[in-house]
């Protein structure tokens, strides 16, 4: 029960990694933006002729595509750095290629409209002679002084994106997500040697999106609110790891956990492993071991409401050890913690 806005986010956001058609369009659209600052083709010279350039404030008649782009262009504008060259085709006035900034930001309200009126359609290599600036009369004095502190490259290194001039999807989809705040159990869960089936339920017990009886309840929907194994009240946190049931089985895995003055939970769980003085391999298996234990535990739940099938914890442990022991065959230093799933 995660909101598909939610889901669709990269992992590091708390999300399962998948694109977003929003994602998508954008990371479709900076490429091509990308591409646009880049190149000279039929299609690229026929938009700077007719709508000069993506940060040109347009009018409502400008067709829904390029308003689509000049969105996008405004909200990477902090992410690029435009290199100037002696064949620069920057549009003069609008884009942001003086320090990031664009000449009619920096030229005085005042003069804004003769500089727009004689300028519009100029480009940046139309200023450069013999590779100098040749600036003309009507600039104010700042917008001169600002053209001058721009070196100019002799050869076309083209433009950067935030340090980079050969940016990827990743580059720009990851951009997107930029206010977005990271989330501090991603690494627990998509830790390196991960199984897909045990992180997917821990993602969804840290994202609370197990259909425990509160959470039923909270939606209208009528359920026996009494966990299945100790009769308290069912929560995510009681679940894991509050319950006796599911505590106890948690100890039987990593005994070290019994070492900790009060019951952990999952948050809390994953924070010891990590902190603890483990091998990686070691932390790596109990990682693993402890997304096991929520799977197997849920499955436990299920099976005492649905399946009237009722397993104690060294059973479940069995369980788990023996679905762990599978996992991990493959490992190379396998030899090291087999005796942890005996």
């Not at 750095?81 to 900034?101: A, F, Q, R």
């Not at 679940?239 to 100890?251: A, G, I, M, R, V």
């Not at 929520?294 to 009237?308: E, P």
């Not at 065959?329 to 913690?337: A, G, P």
């Amino acid at each position: 029960m995660v909101a598909w806005k939610d889901t669709c986010l990269p992992k590091q956001y708390g999300g399962l990694g998948l694109p977003s058609t929003e994602s998508l369009a954008h990371s479709f659209g900076c490429s091509l933006i990308w591409r646009f600052l880049h190149q000279d083709n039929f299609l690229f010279t026929w938009w700077k002729d007719h709508y000069h350039s993506l940060w040109y404030p347009h009018s409502t008649k400008t067709s829904n595509y390029w308003n689509h782009l000049s969105n996008i262009a405004s909200n990477i504008k902090n992410c690029l750095t435009l290199t100037v060259h002696p064949d620069s085709s920057y549009s003069i006035l609008w884009d942001p290629w003086c320090k990031g900034k664009s000449i009619m930001e920096i030229t005085p309200l005042a003069d804004a409209d003769s500089i727009m009126r004689s300028y519009m359609g100029w480009q940046v290599r139309n200023l450069i002679v013999h590779g100098n600036w040749h600036i003309p009369n009507e600039f104010t004095q700042e917008v001169v002084a600002a053209i001058s502190q721009i070196t100019i490259s002799a050869t076309n290194t083209g433009c950067f994106w935030l340090n980079t001039n050969t940016p990827n999807s990743k580059s720009f989809k990851m951009q997107y997500y930029s206010n977005h705040t990271k989330v501090s159990w991603y690494n627990f869960v998509w830790h390196k040697r991960y199984a897909l089936r045990f992180s997917a339920y821990a993602w969804l017990a840290f994202k609370t999106g197990l259909k425990t009886a509160d959470q039923m309840i909270r939606r209208g929907i009528s359920v026996e609110a009494n966990c299945k194994f100790c009769a308290e009240t069912e929560t995510h946190s009681h679940l894991f790891f509050e319950c006796d049931f599911s505590f106890h089985l948690l100890k039987l895995l990593i005994p070290d956990i019994g070492s900790l003055l009060l019951r952990p939970n999952l948050y809390q769980a994953y924070c010891f492993i990590g902190e603890h003085n483990y091998p990686l391999d070691i932390k790596n298996l109990y990682s693993l071991m402890l997304g096991a234990c929520i799977y197997y535990i849920w499955r436990a739940r299920n099976d005492r409401l649905y399946g009237n099938s009722v397993d104690c914890t060294s059973t479940v442990a069995r369980n788990i050890k023996r679905a762990i022991l599978l996992k991990t065959s493959h490992w190379k230093n396998v030899h090291i913690f087999r005796h942890l799933l005996a």
